[in-house]
């Protein structure tokens, strides 16, 4: 979980192969409304983000053997939405505003993913803090994408949950 940039799905593709677990992009479980208002520059609401995180669960909780699935997930109560069927791992990738931009403004370069930098602000002014809730990981994203997915995969092995977004 984490603002836009933070490598949600990057980390995410590498983490389920090395863990052997499907992967699922959240992005993808947008209704078109969400995706076009995010393309607008405009922030999506908790009534927008419901019926998303609620489909989100349906497939967090499918496969019996886990699942890694990037998610945004920015306040407590999307999180509570996430573990209202069992117990997940949340893996917060943490980063400055000044990483982010930076990623993001790589990104707008090299794809045509529909978040604008712009909601970077809005993202981060929503953001609550996951510390301290239980099965939470925080790990800081200014180091090597090998460098988390490594680190990840050794704590999560060591994990009894199944399921992480």
């Not at 979980?1 to 980390?11: E, Y």
């Not at 999506?44 to 967090?60: A, C, F, S, Y």
């Not at 909780?61 to 699935?69: C, K, N, S």
Request: charged share 20%; hydrophobic share 35%.
């Amino acid at each position: 979980m984490g603002v836009c940039g933070c490598g949600k799905s990057t980390i995410g593709v590498q983490l389920a192969q090395k863990l052997g677990l499907p992967f699922y992009d959240g992005d993808d479980f947008h209704p078109a409304a969400n995706i076009e208002k995010m393309k607008s520059g405009t922030p999506l609401n908790d009534q927008d983000r419901k019926p998303w995180l609620e489909r989100i669960v349906r497939e967090l909780h499918e496969p019996e053997h886990g699942v890694i699935i990037a998610c945004s997930a920015l306040k407590l109560s999307y999180r509570e939405i996430l573990r209202s069927r069992g117990p997940i791992t949340i893996i917060h990738l943490h980063g400055t505003k000044e990483v982010l931009t930076q990623r993001l403004n790589h990104r707008a370069q090299e794809s045509d993913h529909f978040m604008p930098s712009q909601l970077l602000t809005s993202q981060l002014e929503t953001l609550q803090d996951p510390s301290g809730e239980i099965h939470t990981i925080t790990i800081n994203i200014d180091q090597s994408i090998d460098s988390i997915v490594d680190s990840l995969h050794k704590e999560l092995t060591q994990s009894s949950i199944s399921s992480f977004t």
